[in-house]
């Protein structure tokens, strides 16, 4: 396995160790003679079992701005993540020598609440589904014929060692959650539970970890990898989001685009809580390469940014840039971080991506290249919905279409939505208002441009 940690100016205060779980000999450790202000990565060959890390400072005030992670050495799956977050103290560890075992198991959250941290209470938290928990769901059955014993547990913990809880949602529970399915028990409703001293409601405004394990016929898997979790009310009303790093056709972290008419890139769709009308929302782009000393800032309406502009300093081909993002709510007169003006030295918005410009033609081919219908795109996010909002991204449609007709139908072919959105020049960039029209459960959404005709289905989850 792999320790990676950042030390500050003070590297001889900084040490480690791993034991077995519940105490023993040390079988790993590292202390001393690190660099300052730098990144350290480790090793540690462990057998298959459990064992408890410590991250230790001397002086009792943590790493400043520094942390830490632990990661699988072949998979890359993280164990436990403590980047930028052991800031105080003398000892960082799991609470009651609690710590992990090896190999780490499959089951995992959702890509797109992995590292969510503007989480507020009684939104669901989702993990994969694992098909030999969902084997043992009975179609058709009430909760009181459904296992018991089969479902999913999730793991919440403060690798500082404040709180640490296992919450096992069943398949004979519904914890408030329909439809009643075989991944019903996916859903985890965050401080959905009674708030005791053996059932602690999870803080507001502390960085956790989340793990979650399947467990069939009361058999545990192994516990998955390990995403960053916070619940924190005043982040969910002015959320920080990155470019979009969920797999896909959109996926936009690490990517490399041309800089040319028909090109985007795409941000993580920002889910405001209480939700803001979609009028509102701006959105701005920051392009930097550090070692040519530049930099531009894109503003845009929606999360969708063409790359391609004769107002600004362009991005140059066969160049590389550091992209991050953020969210205004109240259009563009603040922002949900930074705001108003950039700082200086440079703080990051948020999650920070590379971006390549591959190579590219000359300058008159850029600026007239037309778009081709044989590379039509079409994204729908978020995906699963709230029902509420829903936004459009549609990119080299014919450029002669002035409207796309947006139809939503149920399992039974009804049509139960009808929106018309406005295109220009080939593309699409639109928030949908449903005004919590749709009932929870899987529907058939059919885009019309012309002759072309696109389809993606829609899961709503209110």
């Given at each position: 396995?792999?320790?990676?940690?950042?030390?500050?100016?003070?590297?001889?205060?900084?040490?480690?160790?791993?034991?077995?779980?519940?105490?023993?000999?040390?079988?790993?450790?590292?202390?001393?003679?690190?660099?300052?202000?730098?990144?350290?990565?480790?090793?540690?060959?462990?057998?298959?079992?459990?064992?408890?890390?410590?991250?230790?400072?001397?002086?009792?005030?943590?790493?400043?701005?520094?942390?830490?992670?632990?990661?699988?050495?072949?998979?890359?799956?993280?164990?436990?993540?403590?980047?930028?977050?052991?800031?105080?103290?003398?000892?960082?560890?799991?609470?009651?020598?609690?710590?992990?075992?090896?190999?780490?198991?499959?089951?995992?959250?959702?890509?797109?609440?992995?590292?969510?941290?503007?989480?507020?209470?009684n939104r669901y938290v989702v993990a994969t589904e694992n098909t030999a928990v969902s084997a043992?769901?009975?179609?058709?059955?009430?909760?009181?014929?459904?296992?018991?014993?089969?479902?999913?547990?999730?793991?919440?913990?403060?690798?500082?060692?404040?709180?640490?809880?296992?919450?096992?949602?069943?398949?004979?529970?519904?914890?408030?959650?329909?439809?009643?399915?075989?991944?019903?028990?996916?859903?985890?409703?965050?401080?959905?539970?009674?708030?005791?001293?053996?059932?602690?409601?999870?803080?507001?405004?502390?960085?956790?970890?989340?793990?979650?394990?399947?467990?069939?016929?009361?058999?545990?898997?192994?516990?998955?990898?390990?995403?960053?979790?916070?619940?924190?009310?005043?982040?969910?009303?002015?959320?920080?989001?990155?470019?979009?790093?969920?797999?896909?056709?959109?996926?936009?972290?690490?990517?490399?685009?041309?800089?040319?008419?028909?090109?985007?890139?795409?941000?993580?769709?920002?889910?405001?809580?209480?939700?803001?009308?979609?009028?509102?929302?701006?959105?701005?782009?920051?392009?930097?390469?550090?070692?040519?000393?530049?930099?531009?800032?894109?503003?845009?309406?929606?999360?969708?940014?063409?790359?391609?502009?004769?107002?600004?300093?362009?991005?140059?081909?066969?160049?590389?840039?550091?992209?991050?993002?953020?969210?205004?709510?109240?259009?563009?007169?603040?922002?949900?971080?930074?705001?108003?003006?950039?700082?200086?030295?440079?703080?990051?918005?948020?999650?920070?991506?590379?971006?390549?410009?591959?190579?590219?033609?000359?300058?008159?081919?850029?600026?007239?290249?037309?778009?081709?219908?044989?590379?039509?795109?079409?994204?729908?996010?978020?995906?699963?919905?709230?029902?509420?909002?829903?936004?459009?991204?549609?990119?080299?449609?014919?450029?002669?279409?002035?409207?796309?007709?947006?139809?939503?139908?149920?399992?039974?072919?009804?049509?139960?939505?009808?929106?018309?959105?406005?295109?220009?020049?080939?593309?699409?960039?639109?928030?949908?208002?449903?005004?919590?029209?749709?009932?929870?459960?899987?529907?058939?959404?059919?885009?019309?441009?012309?002759?072309?005709?696109?389809?993606?289905?829609?899961?709503?989850?209110?």
């Open positions: 396995m792999n320790i990676t940690f950042t030390t500050d100016a003070n590297p001889g205060q900084t040490s480690w160790e791993i034991i077995p779980e519940g105490g023993g000999a040390t079988l790993c450790s590292g202390a001393g003679s690190y660099p300052a202000n730098s990144e350290v990565n480790e090793t540690c060959c462990l057998a298959i079992g459990c064992y408890a890390f410590r991250m230790l400072d001397s002086a009792g005030d943590g790493i400043t701005a520094g942390g830490y992670s632990l990661t699988e050495n072949a998979s890359g799956k993280r164990i436990i993540d403590n980047s930028g977050n052991f800031t105080a103290g003398s000892v960082s560890a799991i609470s009651g020598q609690q710590g992990f075992c090896l190999p780490l198991g499959n089951d995992r959250l959702i890509a797109a609440h992995c590292g969510k941290v503007d989480w507020t209470v043992e769901w009975i179609n058709g059955g009430a909760n009181n014929v459904q296992d018991a014993n089969s479902g999913y547990e999730f793991w919440i913990f403060d690798p500082n060692g404040s709180y640490s809880f296992r919450r096992f949602r069943s398949h004979n529970v519904s914890d408030g959650k329909s439809p009643a399915n075989a991944t019903r028990a996916c859903h985890m409703k965050i401080n959905g539970w009674f708030n005791s001293a053996l059932t602690p409601h999870i803080p507001d405004g502390v960085l956790m970890n989340i793990r979650v394990r399947g467990r069939v016929n009361g058999v545990n898997a192994a516990f998955g990898e390990a995403c960053q979790f916070k619940v924190d009310a005043a982040r969910a009303a002015c959320p920080i989001i990155g470019l979009l790093s969920t797999p896909g056709n959109t996926f936009s972290c690490g990517v490399t685009r041309e800089f040319r008419s028909g090109s985007v890139i795409y941000a993580q769709p920002p889910q405001f809580f209480p939700a803001v009308s979609s009028s509102l929302l701006r959105y701005q782009f920051r392009f930097r390469n550090v070692a040519e000393g530049f930099e531009v800032i894109r503003q845009s309406n929606t999360y969708v940014l063409p790359l391609f502009w004769t107002n600004a300093p362009a991005l140059q081909c066969g160049t590389t840039y550091t992209v991050d993002v953020r969210v205004s709510k109240d259009g563009g007169a603040t922002w949900c971080v930074d705001s108003p003006v950039p700082s200086v030295p440079f703080s990051a918005w948020g999650p920070v991506c590379e971006v390549t410009i591959a190579a590219c033609p000359g300058a008159s081919a850029l600026a007239t290249q037309p778009n081709s219908a044989a590379n039509a795109t079409l994204a729908m996010y978020p995906n699963p919905n709230r029902g509420d909002q829903l936004f459009v991204s549609m990119t080299d449609i014919d450029n002669t279409i002035s409207t796309v007709t947006m139809d939503v139908y149920d399992m039974t072919g009804k049509r139960i939505v009808a929106r018309t959105i406005t295109a220009q020049d080939g593309f699409v960039n639109q928030a949908v208002e449903l005004n919590s029209e749709l009932a929870a459960g899987l529907y058939l959404v059919n885009f019309t441009a012309g002759e072309q005709v696109f389809s993606e289905r829609l899961i709503v989850q209110p």
